[in-house]
Structure formats: C-alpha cells, structure tokens
C-alpha cells in the first residue's frame, strides 16, 4: 500500500521543532482541503455566482471564494500561524502572536471556472516569522520566496490532490476516501528538461511586448520555423491544473505582463500564487521566473503584488528570458516566421 502524507511528513522533519510545526500546518490544511472537495462535490446553486464584493486584487469574489478563504482561515486558526494573508482579504489576519510561522493562501485559484466543473485549487505558501518580523504582518509577507519552509497547492478536479514540498522534492498525494486521508502517488517529480507543450492565454496576443509575441510565433511556427519541430498548446485557465501537468509531462507556463490597463506585471500574485508555485516547479528540477529575473529571489513589496510569470521546464524558460533580455536573439530570428504567425493580421 502507498505510503500515507502523514508518514512521510514525520520523515522530512525528523526531531526539527520548525519542521514539525510546518507539518502540522500542512496536515491542517489537508483537512481543510477536504472540507471544501465535499462543498464543491455537494454543488449547490450559486456556488460559482458573484458574491457581491470584490477581493483585494479588483476580482469579482465568487460565493466559493468566501466559502474557501472561510474554511482556510479555520485551519490557520488551529495551527501555529501569526498570520493569515489571503488573497481573499485587504489585510493580513493576525492570529496566533507567538507563532513562529506565517501562511499567505489563494483559497480558490481558477475560480472563473467553478460553474464550468473543471479543477479548481488552493495555493499555499508557509514562511517563517523570525524575530525582526514579530508582530509586523507587513514585513512577514515582504519575505523572498526562498525563505519558504513548504509550499504547495491542491487541485480539486477528478480526484483531490496535494503536491507540495518542504524543500526536499517535490512529491504529490492523492486523497483516499476509503483510507480517510491522502497517500502518496508520486514522489520527487522530476520535470522533464525539454517542452513539447505551452499554455498561455492568446487571446492577449495583441497586449503583449514584442519578445513576447516572438517567442510565441516561433512555437506557434513548430516544424517549420526556427524551432524545427512542433508544440501543442493548452490553456486551462487554472494555473493549479496547468501547473500539475507541466510537472507531469515538460511544458512551459507564461502569463506576461501586457499593455491592459493595471497588466504592466501580469495578473498573477507574487506571494501567494508564484512563489509556491515557483518553489513546488524548482524542487522538481524546473524553473520560475517573471520572464528574467528568478521569482523566489524578487522581494515583495506587499501581500498582494502582481508579478509576470514563467514557469516549467527550465531550458524553455530559460529561453524566454533570452527572448527578453537579448535583443541580437531576436535580430537573428527569420523575418519569414513573423509573417508566418497565425496570429498576424
Ligand atoms: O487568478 C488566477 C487565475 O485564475 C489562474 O489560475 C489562471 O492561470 C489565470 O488566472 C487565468 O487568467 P485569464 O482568465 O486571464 O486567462
């Protein structure tokens, strides 16, 4: 029988008191988690209906999403966390002012897609509150990604998974009704190096920067452009479930800046969506960044920054961050392939 997340919690942490207590969060947010998978298996009307208000990044906030940041909050109440920033909420919550760590959550990522049933997640990132954060919910969540002590996401489609890491791989759990909890179904993910698949949302294409649409027109060209073979796209719009299959099988994820108005960096956040994302993909052997600079070494200005997004199999984004920051790279492109593009007018 699979090993159980319990059992492989108590592995990673051996006696670190830190560690343990990064265990007993995840553990918390595990039943969190399944709380909300029986919400949404019960349905109900109105789930996916605008709740009325608007979160602190301008999104219309749909009933789910108060549902979940409800349910998140709950876990964080029940363990060792000094604070709470949701996405969901203007400001950090202070709970516990002695605890030593500090949980940034997306209770519901993908939630344009709640009343269309298709996988929805939760993104978590667990960092620490060290002396010079005490009691200062403004500084805890200015951290870098790299601080992070574990980080993860769940997806709620099919089945209920967990992939997370603390540091040490990258490792994914399923939940088993049946046993009552999650076991392990896949551990130390390792991404493959080479894409054969990229998501982005194209229907942006004409906001995008130049290296941007570049890069996207030579993949979009496959076998006959300057790549010399061809890509598949996929877009689900719910980085939880694009993020799973890019560590699955290969592939790179972008969601770039663009010239829309408030777009300049994206529309993802940096601290409680791309930075355990970041820390999930590099723990795999892949690599995050917000098209040149690596996500978990950019310091955050605040709980709710926006940052452009990178992310998968580290020699594609590598690429991308040539595209960007090597003009000579886009000199040599053929102009034959921009007239190409499907994209062009
Ligand atoms: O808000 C986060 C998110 O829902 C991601 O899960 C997803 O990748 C992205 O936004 C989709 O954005 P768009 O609707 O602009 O394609």
Redesign the pocket.
Known sequence: MASSLDAHLSSECGSDPLKRQVADTIRNLCSASVKLRNKIIAGGEGMGNAHGATNAGG?VQKELDVVADKVFLEAAEASPIAFFGSEEQDEAVALKLDAPLALAI?PL?????IETNVSI?TIFSILPVGDEHRGDPASVFRQKGSVQLGAGFFVYGPQLLLVMSMGNGTHVFIFSPSFGGFVELKSSLVLLDKAKEFAI?A??YRHWDQPIRSYVDDLLAGSEGPRERDFNMR??????A?CYRILLRGGI?L?PGDGRKGYAKG???LVY?ANPIAFCVENAGGLATDGTTRILDIVPEGLHDRTPLVFGSKREVERVARYIADPSALAERSPLFGKRSLFRA
């Open positions: 999104d997306d990522d993908g939630s344009s897609n997640g949302n229907s942006n877009w689900i719009a719910s980085m939880v694009d994820f969601y529309r993802l956040r969506e």
